[in-house]
Antibody, heavy 120, light 107 residues
């Protein structure tokens, strides 16, 4: 059974930092691209970032470029999202999502979500 | 970026009804379209990929169709557990983009 177990998140002041983690099991992690998708309170879904299976390629939506960093540790089957220079508009539930081999941006499994709240 | 327009944004239906949600892409995406179900306070769940293929375990009262720029999600014999918000998403081109969602409520 595929499982994506998220941790991290919380309340942080504007300009602060957080690191989100997503521990995967039930599939060959090192074969699969991984993404982060967020959802602001009461709003829709927004793709944030993706990392290739080896970690050698990373991708970001424009609004987080230079502030967020995605990475992965295939030895730990874990993907991370480092959030720096946080802004109020980054407040959202963040979900890690598993891509498919050959379909990077089709998300067939999702983590349970973790809330990031940016406020003074 | 490819824009995904979903309609309606919300609908009210009764148990046993058939409901249809539409999703239009701003340019052709072949069949690279997925549908997700999100229940209140929960993570999204994949229902359909490649426009019409049901994910394992998804009830057969869900179906998807379409290609190019026009897609539909149909739920027949609506059940109480189908109360949720439904999103379409294109994965044809970078960046992946989602529709605005359709909230299904019961009368």
């Amino acid at each position: 059974e595929v499982q994506l177990l998220q941790s991290g998140g919380g309340l942080v002041q504007p300009g602060g930092s957080l690191r989100l983690s997503c521990a995967a099991s039930g599939f060959t992690f090192s074969n699969c691209p991984m993404s982060w998708v967020r959802q602001a309170p009461g709003k829709g879904l927004e793709w944030v970032s993706a990392v290739s299976p080896t970690g050698g390629s990373t991708y970001y939506t424009d609004s987080v470029k230079g502030r967020f960093t995605i990475s992965r540790d295939n030895s730990k089957s874990t993907v991370y999202l480092q959030l720096d220079s946080l802004r109020a508009e980054d407040t959202a539930a963040y979900y890690c999502a598993k891509g498919e081999v050959g379909a990077t941006y089709y998300f067939d499994h999702w983590g349970q979500g973790t809330l990031v709240s940016v406020s003074s | 970026d490819i824009q995904m327009a979903q309609s309606p944004s919300s609908l009210s239906a009764s148990v046993g009804d058939t409901v249809t949600i539409t999703c239009r892409a701003s340019q052709g995406i072949s069949n690279h379209l997925a549908w997700f179900q999100q229940k209140p306070g929960k993570a999204p769940k994949s229902l359909i990929y490649s426009a019409s293929i049901l994910e394992s375990g998804v009830p057969s009262n869900f179906s998807g169709s379409g290609s190019g720029t026009y897609f539909t999600l149909t739920i027949t014999s609506l059940q109480p557990e189908d109360l949720a918000t439904y999103y379409c998403q294109q994965y044809y081109s970078y960046p992946p983009t989602f529709g605005g969602g359709t909230k299904v409520e019961f009368k």
